[in-house]
């Protein structure tokens, strides 16, 4: 059965094209700085948003129209295999992500549930296969089940910080037996709803252990795909223990993990925490820990991860001039941790808007690496901080100078005068790339 039959493979046609099911400023084959747009942007579909979000949202029932739905779970989650793939192959997307949630059904027990995820990443290797597709990274969903009200690294119960362990334990072996190429953990529920009864220290302790757990387990089972955390500062805990990229550094720092982990970064996470991606990135950036990054953006008007696709040209070609200062993602790669409006509940939207996406990332990456190109980010910089090439700059930069001296100088000298950073024709210019 071909769940998209009324699309054929989407092809890059230019920006002056009518046609909804092409690209209009991705091309694969395109060559830059060397390498081709695909092998740069290195996108991927996210499992969850796209095969099993139903289009409901607290105000109303599911909308979207799918045709992978079976006569009962197992039957839908072999369908959808099937047309993920499909999906994947339009797009011409090498990779994808998913929880083990998304892929399979929970069944009655830990162990039907164990069960169950075998057969699906069975079926998913026999069609990586055929495809040529490949792991971006896989995790597991340790937030959605009841038994993780109060957490999973960080609950109260050690019996259920057993059944997390064992959910990572399998995601591990499925990220083995899939080739996966990066591994995450997102903790949904890792934070508190108030601290009249929490000890958070206790509990970032335990996350530490858990997180060392892993580790040792994939040496021993012989599988090192980059292990990432993916920072939120809230939903649905209050707060939540890896709040943003600094926060979340620190942590790695205070349990001497930061050599075993990198970090995965979400625009709309980055926007909750009161920050923008570009900063979010930039901070991970200056950790040498930024490994991949979900694509998606908020609705400034509403104060919840919204998950949108991403068509704001602005903020990703800021975004991809610090992805373009780190050298790239590999391993890592864009994954589009987004899903389609409630209004667009139609089988067709699924392509359309991850072509909206892939087409904004394309236009932002050219934009940036004309920023680069041109040195505009560089010029700036040299501009602010020229004083630090003068004898005294280079004095404090090579450790010279002390207190005392610093303060000898000051007194000797005149009121430095200050340049204007000129910020609104700076913008102004920056416009003229987009």
Known sequence: ??????????????????????????????????????????????????????????????????????????????????????????????????????????????????????EITDLIKEKMAQTDTKLLWNTANMFSHPRYV??????????????????????????????????????????????????????????????????????????????????????PSKHQYDFDAAKTMAFLQKYNLAKDFKLNLEANHATLAGHTFEHELSVARSYNALGSIDANQGDMLLGWDTDEFPTNVYDVTLAMTEVLENGGLAPGGINFDAKVRRSSFAMEDLLLAHIAGMDTFARAFKNAVKLKEDGFFEELKEKRYASFKTELGAKILNDEMDLASLTEYALQNPEPKLASSHIEYVKNRLNDYL
């Open 1 to 118: 059965m071909k769940y998209f039959p009324e699309v054929d493979k989407i092809k890059y046609e230019g920006p002056q094209t009518k046609n909804m099911f092409a690209f209009r400023q991705y091309d694969p084959n395109e060559m830059v700085l060397g390498k081709t747009m695909k092998e740069h942007l290195r996108f991927s579909i996210a499992y969850w948003h796209t095969m099993t979000q139903d289009g409901s949202d607290p105000f109303g029932d599911p909308v979207n129209q799918r045709t992978w739905l079976g006569a009962d779970p197992m039957e839908t989650a072999r369908n959808r295999v099937n047309a993920f793939f499909e999906l994947l192959e339009k797009l011409d997307v090498e990779y994808f992500c998913f929880h083990d949630v998304d892929i399979a059904p929970a069944g009655n027990s830990l162990a039907e549930f164990f069960a169950n995820l075998d």
């Open 150 to 235: 109060n957490g999973a690294a960080s609950t109260n119960s050690a019996e259920v910080y057993a059944i997390a362990a064992a959910q990572v334990k399998k995601g591990l072996d499925i990220s083995k037996k899939l080739g996966g190429i990066n591994y995450v953990f997102w903790g949904g529920r890792e934070g508190y709803e108030t601290l009249l009864n929490t000890d958070m220290q206790f509990e970032q302790d335990n996350i530490a252990r858990f997180f060392k757990m892993a580790v040792d387990y994939c040496k021993k089972i012989d599988h090192h795909p980059q292990l990432l955390l993916e920072p939120k500062p809230k939903e």
